[in-house]
């Protein structure tokens, strides 16, 4: 077989499981499906939120990357040991039960990682950590919330600066890529959360903060293939920013990098 006519690298994406009219679907958002076929050269595989019928050790072995998607629900309290939620807040249990083994089993087979939004809260509570269930509700911090009732470009828009960790490993892709934070230390980006870290997990580096002090980025400390997570969204038209495109390539390089040093049995 040819170079050029090798299978793209395989990334999975978990679901979330979503009622559409009388039954729960499988659902995945199209903006991260393309993100990873476009920005990151990558075939996208929607995981389904099967919980404990997946082996997460047999799943990742058929993976070259794995992208964990933001999602309007939150992490469920007990998993981290937080107070019960406040009533009407949104649980996907059955995608806490896939995703959670699913982040640690890829991080010990150096299955690349990029987690976005839940994503990022995700791996902190996988690894150990805790979170903020109402950030805009803590003395002193932003409201990091968008604005639902306002058209979807107006909520996705850059609104504040995250400083980045000097020496990073985020900010070393975003000077590799050529992104507008490169040499800077600082970048703009959107926000749309109220879902936050608390308790840094053990493990989870720091690399980008927002002015109030909230955990906007970090990576697993040592890892052996990139291990990358943030709190905005880079997938929101990645191709309109050199931050985002920087960031997807870079994963992509990694998952091809991982697909080029192994033959691995494919579904």
């Excluded at 293939?225 to 929101?236: G, I, K, N, T």
Aim: proline share 8%.
């Amino acid at each position: 077989m040819s170079a050029a006519s090798k299978p793209l690298p395989l990334v999975g994406i978990p679901a979330c499981i979503r009622p559409l009219g009388h039954h729960p679907f499988h659902i995945a958002g199209d903006k991260y499906i393309r993100a990873v076929s476009d920005g990151a050269g990558a075939l996208p595989m929607v995981i389904p939120a099967l919980g404990g019928s997946l082996d997460p050790e047999e799943l990742v072995a058929r993976l070259d990357g794995l992208l964990v998607t933001g999602s309007p629900s939150n992490v469920e309290p007990a998993r981290y040991g937080g107070p019960a939620s406040v009533a009407g807040t949104l649980h996907d249990p059955e995608r806490d039960a896939t995703t959670l083994p699913l982040i640690r089993a890829a991080i010990a087979a150096a299955v690349p990682v990029l987690a976005i939004c839940r994503g990022i809260q995700e791996l902190n509570v996988a690894l150990g950590g805790t979170l903020h269930q109402r950030v805009q509700e803590l003395p002193g911090r932003l409201d990091h919330r968008a604005d639902d009732s306002r058209p979807v470009e107006e909520q996705y828009a850059k609104v504040h600066p995250v400083r980045l960790t000097p020496g990073g490993v985020l900010a070393g892709i975003l000077d590799d890529g050529a992104g507008n934070g490169a040499g800077t230390g600082e970048i703009r980006v959107n926000s749309i959360h109220a879902q936050a870290i608390d308790r840094l997990a053990d493990g989870l580096s720091i690399e980008a903060v927002a002015p109030d002090g909230i955990i906007e980025a970090v990576s697993v400390t040592g890892a052996a293939a990139f291990a990358l997570a943030v709190q905005w969204h880079p997938e929101w038209r990645f191709r309109e920013c050199p931050d985002s495109t920087a960031l997807f390539r870079a994963f992509g390089a990694a998952c091809a990098n991982r697909a080029r040093r192994a033959e691995r049995p494919r579904a």
